[in-house]
């Protein structure tokens, strides 16, 4: 089973500033398990420990040296790097999908929303825990947290339990006894623990689920299945 592990000190973005998650899967290395690090664009191989893919991570994310001045030397270490043979298990940076790319024209002009809803939903965002007494303790996704109208922190604690089959669950009170354990912030922070001193703020005890962030893609893609008709015919012109 993979989940993510959340740090005290939030890791270092991606070079297009998307947060990073360190996640773990459980199975063995030879099964496809280890730990990697990933965020929206881009992901480290499987390790056997974290320190290996924060290696690999920071390697691939590292700040771009100043080109070489042109020269004899220049062209040397350049010709040099060509005949170097290319690593079997390595980050990749992925393509934008359609719906990546439309979520990020939405983005542009002021509408999060789809954006959002795919952030809630991805895989990263389902599980998380963290080390309490020496063991380890895992958490449900809950819903996610909007301040100022943007998505910020996601809530983790046990399931949420609605039996209202029309809810779209927008700040959804069907289930008044979810507890929640957990408040994590966009960059993988802990932000509020129920084992801390002092209850979670209100303003971080409600959201949007991921009922609701299936809707929205839903929609999408229904949108995206039906024709667009365009009239090319003018019958009053004829």
Same mark, same amino acid.
């Not at 962030?213 to 019958?235: C, H, M, W």
């Given at each position: 089973?993979? $989940?993510?592990?959340?740090?005290?000190k939030?890791?270092?973005?991606?070079?297009?500033?998307?947060?990073?998650?360190?996640?773990?899967?459980?199975?063995? !290395?030879?099964a496809?398990?280890?730990?990697?690090?990933?965020?929206?664009c881009?992901?480290?191989?499987?390790?056997?420990?974290f %320190?290996?893919?924060?290696?690999?991570?920071?390697?691939?994310? &590292?700040?771009a040296?100043? +080109?070489?001045?042109?020269?004899?030397?220049?062209?040397?270490?350049?010709?040099? &790097?060509?005949?170097?043979?290319?690593p079997?298990?390595v980050?990749?940076?992925?393509?934008?999908d359609? !719906?990546q790319?439309?979520? !990020?024209?939405r983005?542009?002009?002021?509408d /999060?929303?789809?954006?959002?809803?795919?952030?809630?939903?991805s895989?990263?965002?389902?599980?998380?825990?963290?080390?309490?007494?020496?063991?380890?303790?895992?958490?449900?996704?809950?819903?996610?947290?909007?301040?100022?109208?943007?998505?910020?922190?996601f809530?983790?604690?046990?399931?949420?339990?609605?039996?209202?089959?029309e809810?779209?669950?927008?700040?959804?009170a069907? %289930?008044? *006894? &979810?507890d929640?354990?957990?408040?994590?912030?966009?960059?993988?922070?802990?932000? $509020?623990?129920?084992?801390? *001193?002092g209850?979670?703020? %209100? &303003?971080?005890?409600?959201?949007?689920s991921?009922?609701?962030a299936?809707?929205?893609? %839903?929609?999408?893609?229904?949108?995206?299945?039906?024709p667009?008709?365009?009239?090319? /015919?003018?019958?009053? +012109?004829?």
């Amino acid at each position: 089973m993979q $989940f993510m592990i959340s740090h005290e000190k939030p890791l270092q973005a991606c070079q297009a500033g998307h947060a990073a998650r360190h996640m773990h899967d459980k199975r063995r !290395m030879e099964a496809g398990g280890g730990h990697n690090i990933e965020c929206k664009c881009s992901h480290t191989g499987r390790h056997n420990d974290f %320190d290996g893919a924060l290696r690999e991570w920071e390697q691939m994310h &590292a700040p771009a040296k100043p +080109a070489a001045p042109a020269g004899r030397k220049a062209r040397k270490i350049a010709k040099a &790097a060509e005949v170097q043979p290319a690593p079997t298990s390595v980050g990749v940076i992925t393509s934008l999908d359609s !719906m990546q790319r439309e979520a !990020m024209r939405r983005a542009q002009s002021g509408d /999060f929303e789809l954006a959002d809803a795919m952030e809630l939903l991805s895989t990263g965002r389902t599980r998380a825990g963290q080390h309490l007494g020496g063991a380890w303790r895992e958490y449900d996704l809950q819903f996610g947290i909007w301040v100022g109208g943007r998505l910020q922190a996601f809530a983790y604690g046990s399931p949420l339990t609605c039996y209202d089959d029309e809810c779209t669950d927008v700040d959804c009170a069907c %289930d008044d *006894e &979810a507890d929640t354990r957990l408040v994590i912030g966009l960059n993988e922070a802990v932000l $509020f623990s129920a084992f801390d *001193e002092g209850d979670i703020p %209100d &303003a971080y005890t409600s959201g949007r689920s991921p009922v609701w962030a299936q809707g929205v893609i %839903d929609a999408y893609r229904e949108q995206l299945a039906k024709p667009v008709q365009k009239t090319i /015919f003018n019958s009053e +012109a004829a």
